[in-house]
């Protein structure tokens, strides 16, 4: 079955760069933009180059170096905002301007004071201005999840006649649930005029943990693009997480979607952010998290040793993971104490294994996680005459 392409938009540099303590300087931003590249990904929004003279250093200098990427830089509706991403942006080979304006009406009170009209005026001439310097313009639609529908539908048809050839249509405060944020999608691929002409995009924040629920929900009712950052860093309780939406699409293969993501490159980018922005991945974390393959239940152990599909729906080794993990604990069983044993160079027989297991257990108690050298101590510790072949 053919399938249709997602583009990947990681805003890894942009907006996951907003965390707390996450400041990269532009030596790092580039390290991390070419793997980026290298990994498979459709647009690099490599900054917002208004923000400070580093951010704009840092967008013109990945802007140089990456070959296949988009090279994307955001700015606010604001003339002066545009054009000086516009300048930071003329060495890329695939260059993007990304603007936009809240548009629900929280943002149109409170934020600008404005009205409706007014809004829509500031979409379009933003639009237009940014067309006059990139052929790749997309705009952003800010707190879209809030929005009412036929005005966001208004919204969009302005920005499409101005010539924005991407529309995100973000979850900016995270409150969307996924079946309310799909109707969204929907409901624009049906209702806005010259939508053929224009990319529908997921731009998903974490809030109530729903953000790669939402993307995938968007992603299947029309939206061709999601935008997301690895580890699903991000301002507050982060973005829609790339390793996620990469794997969910790939592992329903019935769904028609797939991006171009090199997944094998996965677990090593993910580290590889991790330890320059200084975040810890949560250990949990799905995909990339250091339990993401790990088994230390007695019944799943039994199960992994004897065919891995009994609880793992990936192959690590897709993501770039070595293997599957065995961790010895007091909740383990027979089976995976014998399979740990026969790593280290011991083959128990059953009256052994016996033995062993009910001194492992003793040790296990005592201690959170049974070690190979532990598995040493345990044997001697029975008396057992039992070599070892390692």
């Known amino acids: 079955m053919s399938k249709d392409k997602v583009d990947i938009f990681d805003t890894t540099l942009r907006d996951g760069e907003q965390v707390p303590g996450c400041k990269l300087d532009t030596e790092q931003k580039l390290i991390i933009a070419e793997r980026l590249d290298y990994l498979g990904v459709d647009i690099i929004e490599a900054g917002f180059p208004i923000s400070s003279p580093g951010d704009f250093k840092s967008v013109d200098q990945i802007s140089r170096l990456i070959k296949n990427a988009t090279v994307c830089g955001l700015t606010r509706a604001v003339k002066k905002d545009i054009e000086v991403a516009a300048e930071a942006l003329k060495h890329a080979k695939r260059p993007r301007i990304h603007t936009g304006i809240g548009t629900s009406d929280s943002h149109i009170k409170y934020k600008f004071n404005s009205n409706k009209e007014t809004i829509i005026e500031r979409a379009v ?3 237009a201005y940014a067309k006059t310097f990139v052929e790749d313009v997309e705009f952003y639609a800010e707190d879209a999840g809030r929005t009412e529908n036929d005005f966001l539908a208004r919204v969009c048809e302005a920005v499409i006649r101005a010539g924005a050839t991407v529309l995100n249509i973000p979850d900016t405060t995270g409150y969307c649930l996924p079946d309310e944020y799909g109707a969204k999608m929907k409901y624009l691929k049906e209702n806005v005029k010259g939508i053929d002409k224009a990319k529908l995009s997921c731009h998903c924040h974490n809030d109530l943990g729903l953000a790669t629920a939402n993307s995938i929900a968007g992603v299947i009712n029309g939206a061709r693009q999601i935008e997301c950052t690895i580890n699903g860093i991000g301002e507050r309780a982060g973005n ?75 192959d690590p080794a897709d993501v770039g993971v070595n293997e599957s993990s065995i961790v010895l604990t007091a909740r383990s069983g027979r089976a995976a104490l014998a ?13 052994q294994l016996d033995e062993v297991y009910q001194e492992f257990l003793k040790f296990a108690d005592r201690k959170k996680e049974v070690l190979d050298d532990d598995i040493h101590f345990i044997i001697e510790a029975t008396g057992l005459n039992i070599e070892s072949v390692s």
């Open 339 to 351: 399979y740990r044993a026969k790593l280290v160079g011991y083959e128990l027989t059953k009256l």
């Open 125 to 127: 001439a933003a639009v």
């Open 240 to 314: 829609t997480a790339l390793e996620e939406v990469v794997m969910i699409l790939r592992q329903h293969p019935y769904l028609g979607l797939d991006t171009n993501i090199n997944s094998k490159l996965l677990f090593d980018t993910s580290q590889m952010v991790s330890q320059n922005m200084g975040m810890m991945v949560q250990p949990n974390k799905a995909i990339v998290g250091a339990n993401a393959f790990a088994h230390s239940s007695g019944i799943h152990q039994d199960g992994v040793i004897k065919n891995r599909e009994t609880y793992e729906i990936i």
